[in-house]
């Protein structure tokens, strides 16, 4: 199975902050990842597919780069309902696995 | 517009089984395949399976091979997951989601395992 490990597990910023949230597979996945939003209580949202594209209505403060192992997720100019919980997933075989999360805190 | 509504709440006891639904709506549902993924109290994301909705093929995750099993009836858009023999460590909100990179999820099926 593919490890997806996050770092880090918890992150603490202020509203205006830019963070970045890095996420790496234990074997190379080309670009099959998706990164998704959790706000306590609601189902995952999708922010990013294909490592790097932006879903429709997700707004562009919101960016993704990498492939092979090395990804990371970027998010500009922090507003209050940016503070939630971040997940990776690989889909680039199976079982698909997702890393551990990286909650985002208000500073 | 895109949507995955799921059954309700489950209340149910160890060795029982559950079937939660997910109704799609707004696309053509043989055209992506339909993914199953649950979140235990407090924790992570963890994948169950995935099936492809026009074949039915399916994938599992090992350690619920055995346990679950996942449908569709194209007929009325829906897919489904059989959960068999039911334990405490089971409880968790269980969310289906659409197509490889799961871009619209489900609103969540809270499953309760309790004696």
């Known amino acids: 199975d593919i490890q997806m490990t996050q770092s880090p597990s918890s992150l603490s910023a202020s509203v205006g902050d830019r963070v970045t949230i890095t996420c790496r597979a234990s074997q190379g996945i080309s670009n099959y990842l998706a990164w998704f939003q959790q706000k306590p209580g609601k189902a995952p949202k999708s922010l990013i597919y294909a490592a790097s594209n932006l879903q429709s209505g997700v707004p562009s403060k919101f960016s993704g780069s990498g492939s092979g192992t090395d990804f990371t997720l970027t998010i500009n100019s922090l507003q209050p309902e940016d503070f939630a919980t971040y997940y990776c997933?690989?889909?680039?075989?199976?079982?698909?696995?997702f890393g551990q999360g990286t909650k985002l805190e208000i500073k | 517009q895109v949507q995955l509504v799921q059954s309700g709440a489950e209340v149910k006891k160890p060795g029982a089984s559950v079937k939660v639904s997910c109704k799609a709506s707004?696309?053509?549902?043989?055209?992506?395949?339909i993914s199953w993924v649950r979140q235990a109290p407090g924790q992570g994301l963890e994948w169950m399976g995935w099936?492809?909705?026009?074949?039915?093929?399916?994938n599992y995750a090992q350690k619920l091979q055995g346990r679950v099993t996942m449908t569709t009836d194209t007929s009325t858009s829906t897919a489904y997951m059989e959960l068999r023999s039911l334990r405490s460590d089971d409880t968790a909100v269980y969310y289906c989601a659409r197509g490889s990179d799961s871009d619209y999820w489900g609103q969540g099926t809270l499953v309760t395992v309790s004696s």
């Open positions: 707004g696309y053509t549902f043989t055209n992506y395949g």
């Open positions: 997933q690989q889909y680039n075989s199976y079982p698909r696995t």
């Open positions: 099936i492809i909705t026009y074949n039915g093929n399916t």
